[in-house]
């Protein structure tokens, strides 16, 4: 059985690392062009996870005015009227 020779497995170490550090500028390269999509869609995700559990409110028009069935009270607070 024949020994791999030390140039044949310098050489694969050698194609590995090189890939490996590709790969390590590639998304450091995107992440680095698109920092400001990927921060902008961090922060939608925040505030959605943190409002949408609110069920609407003033953030999202509905402030919960009364409809125009709801009956008013005209006695008054059982103060008599002078």
Do not use: H
């Not at 497995?9 to 890939?19: D, E, F, M, R, T």
């Not at 400001?36 to 999202?60: H, P, Q, R």
Request: without cysteine; charged residues 10%; hydrophobic residues 45%.
């Amino acid at each position: 059985m024949k020994l791999p020779s030390f140039n044949s497995i310098a050489n694969i170490v050698s194609i590995v690392s090189g890939v490996s550090l590709a790969g390590i500028i590639g998304v450091g390269s995107y992440v680095y062009l698109n920092k400001d999509a990927i921060i902008d869609d961090i922060k939608d995700a925040a505030v959605e996870s943190v409002v949408g559990g609110m069920g609407g409110g003033a953030l999202t028009g509905d402030v919960g005015l009364p409809s125009s069935g709801a009956s008013i009270p005209s006695g008054g607070l059982g103060v008599p009227n002078f």
